[in-house]
C-alpha cells in the first residue's frame, strides 16, 4: 500500500472535535478554523467557537478541500521510530546555506512583508533578524515540502501548509530606537467627514501597544500585527540573567521550535541546538519551562495543552507529553 493511500483511510483521518463522528463520513460543508481544527458545518454553526483556539468559526470551506487538509494532518506513519527519516541531514552548513535564501526569498514574497520589515528597521538599532511562527513554519514547510518520503503525498495533495500565511511578525533586534517611528510611507490614506464636508488625509494606521516579551513595542494595523524584541530589554533574557546576545534569546525561548532566527540582510540562518534537536526527532518539547509555564498561565491552559496545540498545528510533529505516553 503506497503512503498516499494509507494517508486517505477514513479510519485515519481526524473526528470532529464537537460530535466525535468521523471527518470523512461527512457529506455537506465543512469548517475549517485557522489552527486547522475540521468541524461539521451544522456543529460549527452550535459551537460558534473553535474548542482548540477559541477563534470564532465562520469560513466554511467544501468537503474535499477539507477531506485534504485532513489527509494532509494526520501524518502519524511518518512518525517515530523513524524520527529522522524526513529531515536527515539538514543541520549540515552546506543545508543551513541553502535554506537561509531559500527562506529569505520566500518570506519577502509575504505581500505584508516589506512594510513589516521597514517599521522593524525604523524602531531597531544593529542588527535585526526574523523570528517566531514566520520563521519557523515557513522553515519546517520548505523541509518537507523537498523531502523524497513526501513527494507522492505532495504529488496527490499540493504542497503541505503550515500556517505560516496565518502568523504575524516577529522581529527580535539589539537594540531598540528611543522614540517609536511609523515611516511616513506607511501611511494610509483615509477619508475624514466633518460636519458639511469631507477630505482626504494621510493618517497613521498603526495602534502601538506593549507586548508580553519585555518593555519592548507591539504594533497593530488591520493588515498585520507587529513584535519586535530587544535583546537588551527582552523578558526571558532578564529574568534568568542570560548573556544580551543572540544565544542568551535562544536560551529563553519557551518551546525549542522557537530557537531559530534569521537575518535578512545577510540571509543567514541561525538554529540552536534545541531547534535542530526538535527539527530531527519531530518533538515539540520545553526549551525554558519557566518561560512555557508563563505563557500557558497568560493564555489559561496547561502546559501539556500548550505542547499539543502547537503540535497538532505543525502536522508532522509531536509533542514530549505524547512521546512520554508512548513510552510509559
Not at 507591539?218 to 540573567?241: H, P
Request: aromatic share 8%; glycine share 4%.
Amino acid at each position: 500500500m503506497t503512503l498516499a493511500t494509507k494517508k486517505l483511510q477514513a479510519t485515519n483521518l481526524p473526528r470532529c472535535p464537537y460530535c466525535h463522528s468521523n471527518i470523512a463520513d461527512a457529506a455537506g460543508s465543512l469548517v475549517v478554523c485557522n489552527c486547522s481544527a475540521i468541524y461539521h458545518n451544522e456543529c460549527a454553526v452550535n459551537l460558534q467557537k473553535c474548542a482548540s483556539c477559541q477563534a470564532p468559526l465562520a469560513a466554511v470551506t467544501t468537503s474535499e478541500d477539507a477531506k485534504r487538509l485532513a489527509a494532509l494532518k494526520n501524518l502519524s506513519s511518518l512518525r517515530k521510530p523513524d524520527p529522522a527519516i524526513l529531515f536527515q541531514n539538514f543541520n549540515t552548513a552546506s543545508t543551513k546555506a541553502k535554506y537561509g535564501p531559500l527562506l529569505a526569498k520566500k518570506i519577502w514574497e509575504d505581500p505584508f512583508f516589506k512594510d513589516a520589515y521597514k517599521l522593524a528597521k525604523a524602531n531597531s538599532k544593529g542588527k535585526l533578524w526574523l523570528i517566531g511562527g514566520k520563521l519557523y513554519r515557513n522553515f519546517v514547510s520548505l523541509l518537507a515540502n523537498n523531502s523524497k518520503e513526501l513527494k507522492e503525498l505532495i504529488a496527490l495533495h499540493g504542497p503541505l501548509d503550515f500556517g505560516a500565511d496565518k502568523c504575524d511578525f516577529d522581529f527580535l533586534t539589539e537594540k531598540l530606537t528611543w522614540f517609536r517611528h511609523i515611516p511616513k510611507d506607511l501611511y494610509k490614506e483615509v477619508t475624514v467627514h466633518y460636519a458639511y464636508s469631507r477630505s482626504t488625509e494621510m493618517r497613521n494606521p498603526f495602534v502601538k501597544e506593549r507586548n508580553n516579551l519585555g518593555r519592548c513595542p507591539r504594533f497593530v494595523s488591520q493588515d498585520f500585527s507587529l513584535d519586535l524584541v530587544s535583546l537588551k530589554k527582552a523578558k526571558g533574557i532578564i529574568e534568568n540573567g542570560f548573556p544580551k546576545t543572540l544565544g542568551g534569546y535562544f536560551q529563553a525561548v519557551p518551546l525549542n521550535i522557537q530557537a531559530c532566527a534569521l537575518n535578512l540582510e545577510t540571509e543567514e540562518l541561525h538554529l540552536s541546538p534545541a531547534f535542530l534537536d526538535c527539527i530531527a526527532t519531530r518533538t515539540i518539547q520545553p526549551n525554558h519551562l519557566g518561560q512555557l509555564r508563563n505563557v500557558a498561565e497568560r493564555k489559561d491552559v496547561t502546559v501539556g495543552e500548550l505542547l499539543r496545540k502547537k503540535a497538532e498545528s505543525l502536522y508532522l510533529f509531536e509533542s514530549s507529553i505524547e512521546t512520554l505516553a508512548k513510552n510509559d
